[in-house]
């Protein structure tokens, strides 16, 4: 993923497409959580990172198009062989996120968006504008970190 306006941006988002073309919500006193403004915020956001992510996609197809006829030699072959299986791990990892995305906006219209999947709670407008595909609160987050921490020793 392209990382070019990063340094105008305060706080870290996962999509470089959608720091450039969404400015963060601006949030009025008193007003509800996940109105539809709200909403349709997150849902700019959501959108423009799949635009994006559609892009890289295409970008790797048309890359691995190019580069299968141009190398004969045995060792470029090799080389080319290990960025095709990187691609496609990144292509992996970007179809999970398309697919992410798709969740996230399927809760945004049956009104579960910016909800804890655990525990309920509001995850709250700063942790969505920086993870617009968070499911969980910020303590159920940490709890799962810890947890996953635990299991991988
Ligand atoms: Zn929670």
Do not use: W
Request: hydrophobic residues 30%; neutral net charge; glycine residues 4%.
């Amino acid at each position: 993923m392209s990382v070019t306006n990063q340094k105008q941006v305060s706080s870290p988002t996962q999509s470089a497409a959608a720091q450039k073309t969404v400015a963060p919500y601006k949030h009025k006193k008193g007003e509800a959580y996940m109105n539809p403004k709200q909403l349709d915020h997150f849902r700019t956001i959501l959108n423009n990172i799949k635009l994006g992510l559609g892009e890289d996609i295409d970008r790797t197809v048309h890359t691995m198009q190019d580069e299968a006829t141009v190398f004969a030699d045995p060792n470029d072959r090799a080389s080319q062989e290990s960025d095709m299986t990187l691609e496609l791990r990144n292509r992996d990892r970007e179809r999970k996120l398309l697919k992410k995305i798709d969740e996230m906006l399927a809760k945004i219209e049956s009104g579960d968006y910016g909800y804890c999947d655990n525990c309920g709670v509001e995850i709250g407008l700063n942790r969505l504008e920086a993870r617009p595909t968070a499911t969980l609160c910020i303590d159920c987050k940490t709890l799962d970190e810890i947890r996953e921490k635990q299991v991988a020793k």
